[in-house]
């Protein structure tokens, strides 16, 4: 069994890690080796990512993390860079909260209408999935100098290695995949105005993705060769793989910045009814369809406490335990609550407009959060197993939240079901687990998640047997689409 570690680099909407794993058929640790901020950077043409001070973040902790096996790389999805016929970047890439895709969804649906645009591609509409940001970049000179575009894990990949690929978990969240064949789907693009020729290969989990660059060693300090592998480099891909379910009929939670709640199916549901609940089909690993609905996670909170100049979120949480329950409560996948900035009135705003008491203390607020995601959470999973006709007997939510027994337990009892909480880094142990599985040290899918479920500290929440009828109320006072 290898004693050299697996390093699993994964970088989230605010800060990103170098983590590194030892792996063997009955033992998974994992430890950080480097934390870095992912501070977005407001330029004159819109808000971006810093991915130069990302990239120099990874170097650093590849050197920190020392001798490692093999590399992977997560991260979030739909955003991209662009480079030129030499290969050099043309600018930052943009973030996904930039607003130069506000009402760009429009002139695509008069092409593209958006009954056919998700039978074709199975994606819910998200105003920054790729093709919307490729409609608005239309006819500008950096789009038009482009010969490639690689999303962002892609692109630091390309960095490491020189070698380009599209890796496919990844490549599902721009809405120009069909997820029934994984292959690009050349007529959308085509009526879209996009040429998928911007596009590299396609890799899948488990596939090489090259070895690092002499100049990347030498930064490093490390010797080589030094495999890169290709991961399922969507985090929210990489968490589902790392749900601990040992049971089939489960559902996930996967929680942070984004809650991403929805079930592991093996084919994508493409009915009417589905894209009019605004339900996704991303692809996973080994084939699987990633089907879900994006709510506004955590944002929701980090956010008000950024408003309140940081308090301690063990103190607004346990103040919050103790505030009035279901007094107010939004619907946490509103739009509305997309961009940054004045959350605390937003959310006051909405319960204004739905006849609602105004939350004004910190902890009333912080409770109508996170009443306001359990009842997303329980929407969207009673949806899923609706549309996919399938039932759930336990809900599994992993990364961040789980650390959070308060909305751990609010979800148990707004869905009348158990959940395991666990674990919170479900991304860099997916992305370690691809890794370790590439290189035959672990067996399938199944095998990977009992791995997961013997090795990692899971908590459980049962319902509390409340009043079922209080949450059916709550869920009526919510304005949703």
């Known amino acids: 069994m290898p004693t050299t570690p697996y390093a699993a680099i994964d970088l989230g909407a605010s800060s990103g890690r170098v983590m590194t794993a030892h792996v063997t058929p009955d033992t998974l640790t994992l430890a950080e080796a480097h934390r870095f901020p992912n501070t977005p950077v407001r330029t004159p043409d819109g808000l971006h990512w810093d991915i130069l001070g990302l990239y120099a973040g990874i170097l650093e902790g590849l050197r920190k993390a020392g001798p490692v096996r093999s590399i992977g790389i997560d991260s979030w999805a739909v955003d991209y860079g662009l480079l ?17 895709t506000d009402h760009t969804a429009e002139k695509l649906w008069a092409t593209i209408p958006p009954q056919e645009l998700y039978a074709a591609t199975g994606l819910q509409y998200v105003p920054f999935n790729t093709i919307y940001q490729l409609t608005a970049a239309r006819d500008t000179a950096q789009l038009n100098a482009a010969q490639r575009l690689l999303l962002i894990p892609d692109l630091l990949t390309y960095w490491l290695t020189g070698q380009q690929g599209a890796e496919l978990t990844n490549a599902s969240t721009t809405q120009l995949i069909d997820p029934r064949t994984g292959d690009w789907a050349h007529d959308i693009a085509t009526r879209a105005g996009i040429d998928v020729n911007l596009f590299a290969p396609i890799r899948r989990p488990g596939d090489p993705a090259g070895e690092l660059l002499p100049h990347v060693l030498e930064e490093t300090g490390l010797t080589g060769p030094v495999p890169v592998t290709t991961v399922a480099s969507h985090d929210t891909a990489s968490a589902v793989a790392a749900v601990p379910a040992t049971e089939e009929n489960f559902a996930y939670i996967c929680t942070g910045t984004w809650s991403l709640a929805g079930l592991e199916l093996d084919a994508p549901v493409l009915t009417e009814e589905s894209r009019a609940a605004n339900f996704t089909n991303e692809l996973g690993i080994d084939g699987t369809v990633r089907y879900l609905r994006n709510i506004m996670g955590l944002w929701l909170l980090q956010e008000c406490q950024r408003s309140w ?17 279901l007094r107010s409560v939004v619907d946490a996948g509103d739009p509305t609550f997309l961009p940054p900035g004045g959350m605390p009135d937003r959310i ?22 996170l009443d306001s995601l359990a009842l997303a959470h329980r929407r969207a999973i009673e949806d899923a197993a609706r549309l996919a006709d399938r039932p759930v007997d336990v809900v599994h939510i992993v990364g961040g939240g789980a650390r959070g027994a308060l909305l751990c337990q609010l979800t148990a009892d707004a869905c009348g079901l158990p959940v395991v909480a666990g674990p919170a880094e479900g991304a860099a142990l997916g992305n370690v687990l691809v890794q370790a599985r590439a290189d035959g040290v672990v067996g399938d899918r199944a095998a990977m998640r009992r791995l997961v479920a013997d090795t990692q500290p899971l908590a459980r929440y049962e319902p509390s047997g409340g009043d079922r ?5 709550a869920a009526a006072r919510v304005r949703t689409p």
Not at 84 to 100: E, M
Not at 469 to 473: F, K, L, P, Q
């Open 84 to 100: 030129d016929a030499d290969n050099n970047l043309l600018g930052n890439p943009y973030h996904y909260r930039d607003t130069r």
């Open 469 to 473: 009828g209080a949450w059916d109320a």
């Open 348 to 369: 006051a705003a909405a319960c204004r407009a739905t006849g609602q008491p105004e939350p004004r203390t910190r902890a009333e607020i912080t409770r109508c959060i």
């Open 309 to 325: 100049n940081q308090p301690d979120l063990t103190v607004l949480l346990d103040e919050a335990a103790k505030a009035t329950p």
